[in-house]
């Protein structure tokens, strides 16, 4: 039997995994019209996998015969006046996030649903990626940002990333 708190959790996380798909597409948009198209795919490829991540949890409750009850997804209302608002606002987003899958752990972890953590362990390992990954945008852009050619080149780096689905199979 699955506990309520934690089936709850889980639930909510689908909601936090497609806001967060929202809210990579938004970042995704102001590149485009900064016609920063590198930019731009690095964040609708973040999206995608934030839809994945969505439909894993989605998956995971479906495989475990949970009740999925789908809300509304938030607007994203964050206001991006330079670059880097939107890569400070990334990483903190997936701080939050990191906290979230932390505290769905903590609750299966109390009441000993090691299938519930075993299947977190792939999304903690995940988190750490993230921020990471939030983190070298910070101290790339900053490091090579404010040179036209420094820009182009650092535009052409993430033009470069390519999707590729999510390593967890449920
Ligand atoms: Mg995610």
């Not at 970042?27 to 964040?43: H, P």
């Not at 075993?118 to 101290?139: C, H, P, Y």
């Not at 900053?142 to 780096?157: C, H, I, R």
């Amino acid at each position: 039997m699955f506990d309520e708190k934690v089936t709850a959790l889980l639930n909510e996380q689908i909601n936090k995994e497609f806001y967060s798909a929202y809210l990579y597409l938004n970042m995704s948009n102001y590149f485009e019209r900064r016609g920063l198209d590198g930019f731009a795919n690095w964040y609708r490829i973040q999206a995608q996998e934030e839809r994945d991540h969505a439909m894993l949890f989605y998956q995971y409750m479906q495989n475990n015969d949970l009740v999925v009850t789908l809300d509304a997804i938030a607007k994203p209302d964050k206001v991006f006046n330079c670059d880097m608002d939107v890569f400070q606002a990334g990483l903190a987003h997936e701080q939050f996030v990191t906290a979230s899958i932390n505290t769905i752990y903590a609750a299966a972890y109390e009441v000993h649903d090691f299938r519930t953590m075993q299947m977190l362990d792939w999304f903690v390992k995940e988190q750490g990626e993230e921020e990471t990954n939030a983190r070298d945008l910070i101290s790339k852009y900053e490091l090579f940002g404010s040179d036209a050619k420094g820009l182009y080149m650092l535009n052409q780096e993430l033009a470069a990333r390519v999707y590729s689905a999510p390593s967890l199979v449920l």
